[in-house]
Every structure is written in structure tokens, then in C-alpha cells.
T-cell receptor, first 121, second 116 residues
Framework: AQTVTQSQPEMSVQEAETVTLSCTYD???????LFWYKQPPSRQMILVIR??????QNATENRFSVNFQKAAKSFSLKISDSQLGDAAMYFC??????????????????FGKGTKLSVKP | GAGVSQSPSNKVTEKGKDVELRCDPI?????LYWYRQSLGQGLEFLIY????????KSGLPSDRFSAERTGGSVSTLTIQRTQQEDSAVYLC??????????????FGAGSRLTVL
């Protein structure tokens, strides 16, 4: 079974600086997707960025980028020029690329326990 | 609708009572998921529906939990004889389909359940 581990329960960053959130995962599959979701106090889970395992190029979305190391099964999130609005819980998630209906993967996301990010003004 | 809608936003109930939580997915999304988020924990998969296929109930923690999805759209999660350990935020998500892992899940704002 796949697992996702976020080893940093809490992180803090100064406004305008850069912070990196760590995520490691365990899987025997070769094709899969990795995600970072943001959950502000409103509870709404918001997709931040997505990485396809078969793509070597790291995904980027404006100030957000990932460092995807497939061999090391590592998927860290870098937030540049941190803003007060970035303060939230961040969850790393894994999803199999191939969804099957024979008792195998059903396409649900497997989440880490999250990292609470604080941004200091 | 424009997004995934969940109701109620907050529910306080007494131990032993039954509760129903509702999820209205994005129009056209055939896959629907329920997750539970306990305090300080990640999201725990509960159940999911894909079109008219039998749901995957493998994540339901006990037989007190059940869910249905009517007409391939709205879903209701029912918890019978609630216990204090059921207190959590229950999140619903939908996606275009589960045929590909590329389909992104869109989440609702969740229903916070407090069992006294």
C-alpha cells in the first residue's frame, strides 16, 4: 500500500522569503500523480500544484514549485516570496495513474498528515 | 453548480443520535469521494462512487457509517448512533471521472461534526 509522509508538522517563514515543505512517499508503482493541496482556515482544500511521475521536469505554478526526486521518492514544495495569504495547512497527496475496478486502485488520494505553515509579517 | 457544496457546515449532536451529511458535487462530475479529517490528522478515505457502479466502501470505519448517491449526483453520508470519536470534519470531493489518475479532485468546504 502507498503511504505519504510529511515530517514537518509546523513551519514558519518570514514574509517575502522562501520556504520548502518536505514530502516523501512509498509506492511500488511506476506511474502516479503527486499533489500539493492548501487548506486555509476556511477548510476548503485548494489544489496548489500537480506533478506527473513520468515527467522529469518539475512542475511550477507562479510562486510555487516542486522538487520531484523520483528515485528518492521525494516531492517537496517550494514557496517563493511568501505572502500572508500563504498561511495554511499544506497536504501532500498521492494518486495512482491507473484506476482499476477489479479491487485495485480506485483513484482516491492518499494524504500525508499535513504541515502547518505560518507566515510572519 | 460552480463548486462542491456541503451541508450542514457545522453540526453538533448528542452521542447516540444519527446524523446525515450532504454533498452536492460539481455538475457533470461522475466520481464522488468522502474523506474524514480528524483534528491534527490528514484526510482519511471513507467511500467513493463512480457513475452507476457499486461504491467502494473499503474506507468506512464501521457499520455505523453508510453513504448513498442518488441519481448519480447528490450524496448523503449517514452516521448512526454517533460516538465522540466520530467528531471530525467530513470532506466531499468530486472529479470528472476515475478512469484516469490525472483527473483532479475538487473539494467542498466540509461539514464539521461535533459529538457531545
Amino acid at each position: 500500500a502507498q503511504t505519504v509522509t510529511q515530517s514537518q508538522p509546523e513551519m514558519s517563514v518570514q514574509e517575502a522569503e522562501t520556504v520548502t515543505l518536505s514530502c516523501t512517499y512509498d509506492t511500488s508503482e511506476s506511474d502516479y500523480y503527486l499533489f500539493w493541496y492548501k487548506q486555509p482556515p476556511s477548510r476548503q482544500m485548494i489544489l496548489v500544484i500537480r506533478q506527473e511521475a513520468y515527467k522529469q521536469q518539475n512542475a511550477t505554478e507562479n510562486r510555487f514549485s516542486v522538487n520531484f526526486q523520483k528515485a528518492a521518492k521525494s516531492f517537496s514544495l517550494k514557496i517563493s516570496d511568501s505572502q500572508l495569504g500563504d498561511a495554511a495547512m499544506y497536504f501532500c497527496a498521492y494518486r495512482s495513474a491507473y484506476v482499476r475496478w477489479d479491487g485495485g486502485s480506485q483513484g482516491n488520494l492518499i494524504f500525508g498528515k499535513g504541515t502547518k505553515l505560518s507566515v510572519k509579517p | 453548480g460552480a463548486g462542491v457544496s456541503q451541508s450542514p457546515s457545522n453540526k453538533v449532536t448528542e452521542k447516540g443520535k444519527d446524523v446525515e451529511l450532504r454533498c452536492d458535487p460539481i455538475s457533470g462530475h461522475t466520481a464522488l469521494y468522502w474523506y474524514r479529517q480528524s483534528l491534527g490528522q490528514g484526510l482519511e478515505f471513507l467511500i467513493y462512487f463512480q457513475g452507476n457502479s457499486a461504491p467502494d466502501k473499503s474506507g468506512l470505519p464501521s457499520d455505523r457509517f453508510s453513504a448513498e448517491r442518488t441519481g448519480g449526483s447528490v450524496s448523503t453520508l449517514t452516521i448512526q448512533r454517533t460516538q465522540q470519536e466520530d467528531s471530525a470534519v467530513y470532506l466531499c470531493a468530486s472529479s470528472r471521472g476515475a478512469s484516469s489518475g490525472a483527473n483532479v479532485l475538487t473539494f467542498g468546504a466540509g461539514s464539521r461534526l461535533t459529538v457531545l
